[in-house]
């Protein structure tokens, strides 16, 4: 179990277009879903955190006026670049959380999707 | 904040055993991961330690000193598919975010 997908798998798309990507915990309800950026190389840095249903929280630095970020259900939340720039081509990755606050532990494993990859011209 | 370091890389002969060293400091504490990466593909979960002490797990064991802001991965009978970054995770106070280090980029040769 514990199966996270990402769709699309890789996208190119022109400067200027927004760009939607979804994530979704297949067999399992996820409490929290992050959304992660990786530029090659390097590793991954947290955007943001979203919890269902209420709006996400993002990390310094980054604009949430162009990283839409909605978490409509406990299964799906998607990530929305909008007015892409080349700057923004990257290897995007989710990651989903099951359980609830508590004992730290196996419930605060996070499980990665495969990754989208970005790239503007 | 979080302040996490790895070696970048290193290089480790096939059938050998290979320490990779992760030192940290954050200001609060709710456990290490690790996670293998494979180029261009997402992380893989590998080990959590947030008690002192040795995990193992098949080829792979994870060390934690919680005084020291030391952890490293042991892996053993190096295999050519264990050619990969591996990264340092701590999970920060609040027990929700994982702050990544830039990660290890082991090659193994033959």
């Known amino acids: 179990g514990a199966v996270v997908s990402q769709h699309p798998s890789w996208v190119i798309c022109k400067s200027g277009t927004s760009v939607k990507i979804e994530c979704r915990s297949l067999?399992?309800?996820?409490?929290?879903m992050f959304w992660y950026r990786q530029f090659p190389k390097q590793s991954l840095m947290l955007m943001a955190t979203?919890?269902?249903?209420?709006?996400?929280?993002?990390e310094q630095g980054v604009e949430k006026d162009k990283f839409l970020i909605n978490h409509a259900s406990l299964t799906l939340s998607t990530l929305t670049v909008t007015s892409a720039h080349p700057e923004d081509s990257s290897f995007y990755i989710c990651s989903a959380r099951r359980g609830t606050s508590g004992t730290p532990g196996p419930f605060y494993e996070q499980y990665f999707g495969p990754g989208t990859r970005l790239t503007v011209t | 904040g979080q302040n996490i370091d790895q070696p970048t890389e290193m290089t480790a002969t096939e059938g050998a055993i290979v320490q990779i060293n992760c030192t940290y400091q954050?200001?609060?504490?709710?456990?290490l991961f690790w996670y293998q990466q494979h180029a261009g593909e997402a992380p893989t979960f590998l080990s959590y330690?947030?008690?002192?002490g040795l995990e193992e797990k098949g080829r792979f064991s994870s060390f934690l000193s919680r005084s020291k802001g030391y952890s490293y991965l042991l892996l053993k009978e190096l295999q050519m598919k264990d050619s990969a970054s591996y990264l340092c995770a701590v999970m920060g106070p609040g027990a929700n975010n994982l702050f990544f280090g830039t990660g290890t980029r082991l090659t193994v040769i033959p």
């Open positions: 330690n947030v008690l002192d």
């Open positions: 954050t200001s609060g504490f709710n456990g």
């Open positions: 979203s919890n269902e249903g209420s709006k996400a929280t993002y």
């Open positions: 067999d399992f309800q996820a409490t929290t």
